[in-house]
């Protein structure tokens, strides 16, 4: 659609045609739930012939004889909606929509884009640790990052010989990422408190999905930045 915006108020050539694609992709993938629409700002600039294309028009216009099915996109798209609106038994889809929840209760990923997401929950491994058993050693290499979906973590720090309990992670929240940005060792050691349950997102596929799309380590980035700002305030020091 801004492809569209910027071909219909000056000249572009061909060659441009991939670059605005991706210019429109960054700033759609960008928007955040309570801030301005980017989508709602074009629209008031937007020739009259290009009006009909924003989303707010299509939910007012919408045809209810609609065939939803036949205009979805992919096939992800249409299990889906079989599943949820006709009820359609689907083992996959239920997999896909249960990871989906569990996504959307982050502050990370409830932003992101329902195609992006949908790429995470694919890449996602599901690992189980027992009470007592270590997520992460403290000064290990390992870049992956972790986001607990059940059971309780407890973060360990060891100085001079001793270990002190330093913080607690709960379900919905995600650790690890430190180490993704700054390649440096493990800070901490993450161990299980009960039987828990992460996703497991590894060095190696969170890199080029933030090849694919830059947002992700926008959103990264904001997470953690809030995180750092809650441990100055409260003076804890866990890191991973």
Request: charged share 25%.
């Amino acid at each position: 659609l801004l492809a569209k915006l910027q071909a219909a108020t000056k000249e572009h050539v061909e060659a441009h045609t991939e670059h605005l694609k991706r210019e429109a992709a960054l700033i759609l993938e960008n928007w955040s739930e309570g801030e301005s629409d980017t989508l709602d700002y074009l629209a008031q600039m937007s020739p009259p012939a290009l009006q009909a294309l924003f989303p707010h028009v299509i939910a007012e216009r919408l045809d209810p004889q609609l065939e939803a099915v036949a205009n979805l996109p992919d096939e992800t798209d249409r299990r889906l909606w079989q599943h949820v609106v006709l009820s359609t038994k689907d083992q996959a889809a239920t997999n896909t929509l249960h990871r989906l929840k569990l996504l959307d209760q982050t502050d990370l990923y409830r932003p992101l884009p329902a195609e992006l997401m949908l790429e995470f929950v694919h890449r996602f491994c599901l690992v189980k640790f027992a009470p007592d058993e270590a997520v992460i050693w403290q000064d290990e290499r390992n870049d992956d990052v972790y986001f607990l979906i059940d059971g309780e973590l407890e973060v360990l720090l060891t100085q001079n010989g001793e270990t002190t309990r330093v913080g607690v992670i709960k379900p919905g929240e995600m650790f690890g990422e430190i180490a993704f940005f700054t390649e440096d060792p493990r800070t901490a050691t993450v161990r299980a408190v009960k039987p828990s349950q992460c996703f497991v997102l590894t060095d190696a596929d969170l890199q080029l999905l933030a090849y694919k799309h830059p947002t992700i380590l926008m959103q990264m980035a904001g997470a953690l930045a809030k995180r750092l700002v809650g441990m100055y305030e409260t003076g804890r020091h866990e890191t991973v």
